[in-house]
């Protein structure tokens, strides 16, 4: 199973459903590599300078727009990060639409919505909610480092999220030489619109997406099967991946849905925009820092309670620790010094010992 793009929640109005946002493709394109054909070695694209010729490593390797023909201003990494938007696993949906209002060349990428733990109360109602009305959700989603403009839309059971493109990024139609005027002005005639409406008819069918298979693909990956099996080569499996992790969000099972309907109704109340988001995130922290400095001083105030009272009952285990590690210190260092002293003496004691036998030894001798 695929894994989740990231696990966040579905927002429209006063209502939050946690979700996975999945992957909706599959991509089945095959991949090649380019070899020496001498050794059969795979070829490598290198970071080259274009003048010198020479390797440039990625720490030298900076990113800037081309504003001319070899004219260019570098962006430092700061400016880039700070253009970024912020990083959330939201889903903030800002109208509803009818379904049919968006051309199919807005349509990018699609995604599939799939709902958190105990999160499904949510997720079908709103789900057959845009299924009866025959509406979509309009929103905003960041993926990675980009904000993209999606539609939240049903498709059977499943709340699809597809990922639309800016209108900047499509080209106007009337960019092109685009066929204008009336059928007569390019002499189709009556009959001719009565054939073609025949020929259109005859050739009506139901839409079965299985029928149609990526024929060029599969003939390519014939190929390269049997010419695996003629040189003897063992393919490796592929890895299956874990199992994709929903977020464990059980808010939404006890949420009052008609009570938060009700509250967005009567407000007009659509997804916050990011200025209130942040002024209500800075109300949050402040008083969370006031709470903070509150509940200290009570801590603080407790804990020295806490002392006085263990100092009225007697030592405390870290005093009676304390004391264990003092006498214990005081006798490793008598005992240190006890050896020192018996050792001296017993040197002393036998050298006199000695100088009195070898005066006894003489005076016999003598």
């Known amino acids: 199973m695929a894994r989740p793009i990231w696990n966040g929640t579905l927002s429209f109005g006063l209502l939050n459903i946690p979700v996975a946002l999945m992957p909706g493709e599959r991509r089945m394109d095959l991949h090649f590599r380019m070899l020496d054909s001498r050794d ?25 727009f081309e504003y001319s023909k070899g004219n260019y201003v570098v962006l430092e990494p700061d400016d880039i990060r700070d253009a970024a938007p912020q990083s959330k696993e939201s889903v903030d949906v800002e ?15 699609p995604y599939v919505l799939v709902p958190g733990k105990k999160a499904e109360k949510g ?25 993209y403009l999606c539609a939240v839309m049903p498709q059977g059971d499943a709340l699809m999220l597809i990922l639309l493109r800016y209108p900047q990024e499509l080209i106007d139609v009337q960019d092109y030489r685009i066929p204008e005027g009336k059928l007569s002005d390019y002499r189709i005639s009556r009959q001719e619109m009565d054939m073609a409406s025949q020929l259109i008819a005859s050739m009506q069918a139901d839409w079965k997406p299985d029928q149609y298979k990526d024929e060029f693909r599969q003939r390519l990956s014939d190929v390269i099967k049997k010419r695996m099996k003629a040189n003897k080569v063992s393919h490796r499996p592929e890895d299956e991946l874990e199992d994709a992790a929903v977020p464990e969000n059980a808010a939404t099972n006890v949420v009052d849905f008609m009570s938060l309907l009700k509250q967005s109704l009567a407000t007009n109340k659509r997804t916050p925009p990011k200025a209130a988001k942040s ?7 402040d008083s969370t820092a006031s709470k903070a400095s509150k509940k200290a001083p009570a801590k603080s105030a407790s804990k020295a309670a ?5 100092m009225a009952n007697g030592k405390t285990a870290s005093g009676k620790a304390a004391g264990k590690t003092a006498k214990s210190t005081a006798t490793a260092r008598k005992a240190a010094k006890a050896p020192a002293k018996a050792t001296t003496k017993k040197s002393a004691g036998s050298s006199g010992a000695g100088s009195r036998k070898r005066a006894a030894s003489t005076k016999k001798a003598a």
């Open 40 to 64: 059969k070695a795979p070829v490598r694209y290198e970071r080259v300078n274009a003048d010198t010729g020479d390797e440039v490593p990625w720490k030298d390797i900076v990113k800037a």
């Open 95 to 109: 109208a509803f639409i009818d379904a049919s209002a968006i051309g199919p060349a807005y349509f990018e990428k």
């Open 123 to 147: 997720y079908v109602l709103l789900r057959e909610t845009l299924r009866d009305a025959g509406k979509i959700g309009i929103a905003r989603v960041v993926i990675r480092t980009r904000e």
């Open 279 to 285: 002024k209500s995130a800075a109300k949050g922290s």
């Open 306 to 310: 806490q002392r006085k009272g263990t």
